[in-house]
């Protein structure tokens, strides 16, 4: 496992956070205790007395899996081991969601690739049921060899994609120009490993070889700090008089580190693709 260092200007947690139906949960998982699968029929398979957790894909079916709780802005890890080999046609997706056709959604995917060839990382950020914010990238490591930690610090400020300490993504609140920001809506946290051979590697071409099958991806150390939602009915504070992640924010050298990520390992970015955006760019690109 990868040990670089944050860039996150990390500050005292509040611990004594409770407003307003909301708790605040630092929790170290325990799988049994964390998450449910939802799907999978018996692929997905929690181990070790609940410190892994492992999903597989067969030709029959993928699996997957959901937080017993839900959040409204937090800090949450896990560390993931993806499918090894020939993972093309696979789709490792691991986000935090709400429900309905508004909802709002933080991704990570992780895109599936021939024997050799590096996955890709997709990212995407959804605001009251609108997408289309993707950025994709390679890694710096082999995230099939051990774990990894991928990150997302949420709070009202900003969303800020992490690998291993590392940010390489950063959604900023721009509501004053206009643009939405998921912070009113809150989270499951879900994961599911699943076909997506019609699209996922090389735009489709590249098939699942289901010779290869199962297909497993692995998890442990799973982290929240996080406001748990509790009674629906309340907002979770970030004017908290503790300074915690509810306040963090990128340091000089985390955007330095974002900069160095995205021009080394960045390879699609919604916001230079004019093609797609013929009427223009996005509003929040001109503010990145």
Not at 113 to 139: A, C, M, W
Request: some cysteine; glycine content about 8%.
């Amino acid at each position: 496992m990868s040990t670089a260092p944050t860039f996150v200007a990390t500050k005292n947690m509040a611990l004594a956070l409770l407003l307003f139906g909301f708790f605040l949960a630092a929790s170290a998982g325990n799988f049994y205790d964390e998450f449910d699968i939802t799907w999978g029929d018996g692929r997905a398979k929690i181990l070790n007395n609940g410190q892994l957790l492992t999903l597989s894909l067969d030709k029959t079916s993928g699996s997957g899996f959901k937080s017993k709780k839900e959040y409204l802005f937090g800090k949450i890890d896990m560390q993931l081991k993806l499918v090894p080999g020939n993972s093309a046609g696979t789709v490792t997706a691991y986000y935090l969601s709400s429900l309905g056709s508004a909802h709002d959604e933080i991704d990570f995917e992780f895109l599936g690739n021939l024997s050799g060839d590096p996955y890709i990382l997709h990212t995407n950020v959804f605001t009251e049921g609108k997408g289309n914010r993707e950025q994709q990238f390679y890694l710096w490591f082999d995230p099939t060899k051990d774990f990894h930690t991928y990150s997302v610090l949420w709070n009202s400020r900003s969303i800020i994609f992490s690998v291993d300490g590392t940010p390489i993504r950063e959604f900023k609140n721009l509501e004053s120009k206009g643009v939405s920001f998921p912070k009113n809506q809150a989270m499951w946290l879900y994961s599911s490993l699943w076909n997506a051979d019609d699209w996922a590697t090389r735009g489709g071409l590249v098939k699942t070889d289901w010779s290869q099958a199962p297909f497993t991806a692995s998890y442990t150390n799973f982290n929240a700090q996080a406001c748990v939602w509790s009674s629906g009915s309340s907002s979770c504070s970030s004017n908290s008089s503790g300074n915690s992640w509810l306040t963090e924010s990128l340091d000089t050298t985390g955007a330095e580190r974002i900069k160095w990520v995205q021009k080394n390992y960045m390879i699609y970015n919604y916001c230079s693709d004019t093609k797609r955006f013929p009427q223009g760019l996005p509003p929040e690109c001109s503010h990145a």
